[in-house]
């Protein structure tokens, strides 16, 4: 059993931890707003699930969950996380971030962005390129015909394969997609991003195969 801390509790925080509390492990939730805003969706997760503050909930994970808009990447708490294995899901999006000059340009992706706010984490890119409804849909058991595969990016060899573990765990496969400076070929709007997994009006989606998930990878430009 692993437990795995959330910087952020949206949609694909929530949906993460739902999955892996189905998966035996424990979850300490956080977001800006406090624990008490996140009691419900604690209890409706069931005994595995706790909500604390984000220190709290760095502090507590084997394996860390960011999952924050980037503008927010100077107040995750960098301390709590050294030596973590982080896992980023987080995309730029100018509307919301505001305009970031190097992302702009694209001389950095925003997992490097994020590695200069946490400098001693252990940081790999997943789960920025499926819609929650499908990761939540897609799950599938080991073995399964129908399995998905979602790729990951990091320099960390050792976080790489606890964040493979952790998502093979939860019911799906991994493919390779190299460094945090190639993880911007799973950013958005890449031919991975979404696409693969239908659209986001069905919300079951459809399940990916290795192939289409390198192939995808293959054919992004910058």
């Not at 979404?194 to 990916?208: A, H, L, N, R």
Request: charged share 20%; net charge negative; aromatic share 6%.
């Amino acid at each position: 059993m692993t437990t795995v801390g959330f910087i952020g509790s949206g949609s694909i925080g929530r949906t993460l931890a739902r999955l892996a509390v189905g998966a035996g492990h424990q979850v300490v939730l956080s977001n800006s707003r406090g624990p008490e805003t996140l009691v419900d969706t604690a209890e409706e997760l069931g005994p595995r699930a706790s909500a604390a503050t984000s220190k709290e909930a760095a502090a507590a994970g084997d394996i860390v969950v960011v999952t924050v808009p980037v503008s927010a990447f100077p107040h995750v708490p960098a301390a709590s996380l050294a030596g973590k294995t982080v896992i980023d899901t987080c995309n730029y999006g100018p509307e919301r971030d505001g305009h970031i000059p190097e992302l702009d340009r694209k001389s950095l992706t925003s997992s490097e962005l994020l590695l200069r706010c946490v400098p001693d984490a252990l940081l790999v890119k997943a789960f920025n390129n499926i819609f929650f409804k499908h990761l939540l849909s897609l799950a599938r058991p080991a073995g399964a015909a129908d399995r998905s595969y979602l790729p990951i990016a990091g320099d960390s060899a050792p976080a790489k394969a606890a964040v493979t573990e952790f998502i093979d765990s939860i019911g799906y496969s991994v493919v390779d997609a190299g460094t945090l400076a190639d993880s911007w070929r799973q950013a958005t709007g890449t031919p991975v991003w979404g696409t693969p997994y239908g659209p986001y009006s069905s919300e079951k989606g459809q399940p990916v195969g290795e192939d289409a998930i390198r192939a995808a990878l293959a054919t992004a430009t910058r």
